[in-house]
T-cell receptor, first 115, second 117 residues
């Protein structure tokens, strides 16, 4: 799982609560990504950021929010507006620029369960 | 629109036999292709990539993949499977260079590889 850490490993949320998932990397990568993984559906992109203080919505951003105040950190908040948040969440990072092949390196994941 | 397809939900193979996990892609321009492996409740691990050059790419743990431009395929292969290879495998393609240059990866649905002793 390289130089990317995610915490907590397991997270339980009550209905109506917001929760924040942590993602930190020490790879000096500019770009960071959040994915959601559901059984049989592969990975779906939630948000991504190519540079500090900038981020873009992915394919399923509704009910989620992010911030990118530091290069190393890209926390994801799952808000109460996300109707079905139970899933496995994966954070990734990559280099950017035309000289790189841009493979993404993944953290170990956070499993979120709504009670 | 770019896409990746893994036509098999599951591949079963006996230990010691060769294995193939299939991947086809659709992307305009030259593709950057990747294979990742995921063990239960873990993140994805990078296996190999094709950027340019030799169509046969060698990666981690004895895996290799063959890029076939005419068939738009990038199948993952290993000459002799191990029980420990049993995992979920994802093929991915990177968005072609463009004005956005986001580096976004598009993933296939994943293929479960089951290697029986």
């Amino acid at each position: 799982d390289g130089g990317i850490t995610q915490s907590p490993k397991y997270l339980f949320r009550k209905e109506g609560q917001n929760v924040t998932l942590s993602c930190e990397q020490n790879l000096n990568h500019d770009a960071m990504y959040w994915y959601r993984q559901d059984p049989g559906q592969g990975l779906r992109l939630i948000y991504y950021s190519q540079i500090v203080n900038d981020f873009q919505k992915g394919d399923i951003a509704e009910g989620y929010s992010v911030s990118r105040e530091k290069k190393e950190s890209f926390p994801l908040t799952v808000t109460s507006a996300q109707k079905n948040p139970t899933a496995f969440y994966l954070c990734a990072s990559s280099i950017t620029g035309t000289s790189g092949s841009w493979e993404q390196f993944f953290g170990p994941g956070t499993r979120l369960t709504v009670l | 629109a770019q896409s990746v397809a893994q036509p098999e939900d599951q591949v079963n193979v006996a230990e010691g036999n060769p294995l193939t996990v299939k991947c086809t892609y659709s992307v305009s321009g030259n593709p950057y292709l990747f294979w990742y492996v995921q063990y239960p409740n873990r993140g994805l691990q990078f296996l190999l990539k094709y950027i340019t050059g030799d169509n046969l790419v060698k990666g981690s743990y004895g895996f290799e993949a063959e890029f076939n431009k005419s068939q738009t395929s990038f199948h993952l292969k290993k000459p002799s499977a191990l029980v420990s290879d049993s995992a979920l495998y994802f093929c991915a393609v990177r968005e072609p260079y463009g004005s956005s240059n986001t580096g976004k990866l598009i993933f296939g649905q994943g293929t479960t590889l089951q290697v029986k002793p």
